[in-house]
T-cell receptor, first 114, second 120 residues
Framework: AQTVTQSQPEMSVQEAETVTLSCTYD???????LFWYKQPPSRQMILVIR??????QNATENRFSVNFQKAAKSFSLKISDSQLGDAAMYFC???????????FGQGTTLQVKP | EAGVAQSPRYKIIEKRQSVAFWCNPI?????LYWYQQILGQGPKLLIQ????????DSQLPKDRFSAERLKGVDSTLKIQPAKLEDSAVYLC??????????????????FGPGTRLTVL
């Protein structure tokens, strides 16, 4: 069975600094997608970044980038130049091929200190 | 474009009562999902629809939960009777079928604001 593990329940970072959120997953599939979602206190889930497993290049979206280590089944999120608006719960998620079904980790609450 | 709409946003009921949630997906999105998010946990898929057909309901507690998507657009999720452990946020999400016109959003699910259910 596919599982997603986020081992950091809470993280904090100083404004303008860099923080890395960890995620590991377990699967026997070769074709899958990985995502990081942000859920602010208002609770609407927003996609931050995604990575296709077949791509070796790490995805980047402005201040957000990932470190995808397929052999290690690791998918960490790096937030550079942290802003107060980055404070939220972050979920790592895994999707098998075209099924659309997402499996989420437990989440990491990120606090950004001014 | 308008996002995924859900109502109500909040609901408080007593155990053994019934409750229903409504979801209106993004226009044109064929796939609709209902997730249950218990406080402090990640969302868990309850049911997935493709148009008006059920694709996956393996995690839906069918003795008390039911869902339908008549006409392949709006969807309702019902709990009858509710238990204390049903207290959670119920999230609806939708996804387009994708294709060459908009490949960048092919795999993205768009989430609604959720309905927070409290069972007393």
């Amino acid at each position: 069975a596919q599982t997603v593990t986020q081992s950091q329940p809470e993280m904090s970072v100083q404004e303008a600094e860099t923080v890395t959120l960890s995620c590991t997953y377990d699967t026997s599939e070769s074709d899958y997608y990985l995502f990081w979602y942000k859920q602010p206190p208002s609770r609407q889930m927003i996609l931050v970044i995604r990575q296709e497993a077949y791509k070796q290049q790490n995805a980047t979206e402005n201040r957000f980038s990932v470190n995808f280590q397929k052999a290690a089944k690791s998918f960490s999120l790096k937030i550079s130049d942290s802003q107060l608006g980055d404070a939220a719960m972050y979920f790592c998620a895994y999707k098998i091929g075209n099924t659309g079904k997402l499996i989420f980790g437990q989440g990491t609450t990120l606090q950004v200190k001014p | 474009e308008a996002g995924v709409a859900q109502s109500p946003r909040y609901k408080i009921i007593e155990k053994r009562q019934s409750v229903a949630f409504w979801c209106n997906p993004i226009s044109g999105h064929a796939t609709l999902y209902w997730y249950q998010q218990i406080l402090g946990q990640g969302p868990k898929l309850l049911i997935q629809f493709q148009n008006n057909g059920v694709v996956d309901d393996s995690q839906l507690p069918k003795d008390r939960f039911s869902a339908e998507r008549l006409k392949g657009v709006d969807s309702t999720l019902k709990i009858q009777p509710a238990k204390l452990e049903d207290s959670a946020v119920y999230l609806c999400a939708s996804r387009s079928a994708g294709g060459s016109r908009n490949p960048s959003s092919y795999n993205e699910q768009f989430f609604g604001p959720g309905t927070r259910l409290t069972v007393l």
